[in-house]
């Protein structure tokens, strides 16, 4: 399994609408409430042969409410 977090700018107003459809759809392991560009930050899990783009492309970025996402792949864990 690979890790990878997701930075999330919502639609103005829609941070916690979008948080809880993140949750309702069981597919991020941890959701955080951010200060500053970004309203939201995700911790995602895919097997290693899934490709992260297309998950982000097609399992994130369609959730209503999303204005822009930044997507911050990992190597390592320490």
Partial sequence: MKAFFVQIKCDL?????????????????????????????????????????????EKVQILPGIKDTFTVVTFRAF
């Fill in 13 to 57: 107003g829609k941070a916690y609408e979008v948080a809880g459809a993140l949750a309702d759809a069981e597919i991020a392991s941890e959701i955080y409430s951010t200060a500053g560009n970004y309203d939201l930050l995700a911790k995602f899990y895919v097997e290693d042969e899934e490709d992260i783009g297309h998950f982000v492309n």
